[in-house]
């Protein structure tokens, strides 16, 4: 890796259009009184794809909307227990434009209102920015 976010950048540039619009499986397993993203089946199906040499943009399109489907998953489940029908997408990983717009549109599609950053940058630039903000509260609270 030569920087910050490489193989992320570089998946997500790869990706392809499965003919099937395919994604590969996640795992949502109950943990107390919250979920684990289990990824076992994940990697059993990257894996076959693998050693039956599938394109590397079909390989990172399903990973990509395997993503998209499990987060939805997440969404869709809350919403059981909380009756909560706001999501807020925010941090590095909304720098993924495809999981971005995949994501947000598919949980609109779903019945939910959907926030994300329009002014401010939503990985470490938002963090800063915050960062900057408490400190200046507190500069003018002593």
């Given at each position: 890796?030569?920087?910050?976010?490489?193989a992320?950048i570089?998946?997500?540039?790869?990706?392809g259009s499965p003919?099937?619009?395919s994604?590969y499986?996640?795992?949502?397993?109950?943990?107390h009184?919250?979920?684990?993203?289990?990824t076992r089946p994940l990697?059993e199906?990257?894996?076959?794809?693998?050693?039956?040499?599938?394109?590397t943009?079909?390989v990172?399109?399903?990973f990509?909307?395997?993503?998209?489907d499990v987060l939805?998953?997440?969404?869709t489940?809350?919403?059981?227990?909380?009756?909560?029908?706001?999501v807020c997408?925010?941090g590095?990983?909304?720098n993924n434009?495809?999981?971005?717009?995949?994501?947000?549109q598919?949980?609109?599609?779903?019945?939910?209102?959907?926030?994300?950053q329009?002014e401010?940058?939503?990985?470490?630039?938002?963090?800063?920015?915050?960062?900057?903000?408490?400190?200046?509260?507190?500069?003018?609270?002593?």
């Open positions: 890796m030569n920087y910050e976010a490489q992320a570089e998946l997500e540039t790869a990706i003919a099937d619009g994604s499986p996640f795992e949502l397993l109950l943990d009184d919250g979920w684990i993203i289990g990697f199906a990257l894996l076959r794809d693998l050693v039956s040499n599938t394109p943009g079909i990172s399109a399903r990509h909307n395997g993503l998209v939805v998953r997440v969404a489940v809350t919403r059981e227990r909380t009756r909560l029908s706001r997408l925010s590095g990983t909304f434009v495809y999981v971005s717009l995949h994501l947000s598919q949980l609109r599609e779903n019945g939910f209102e959907v926030f994300q329009s401010v940058p939503c990985g470490d630039g938002g963090l800063s920015l915050g960062q900057v903000m408490v400190a200046a509260h507190k500069m003018t609270q002593a």
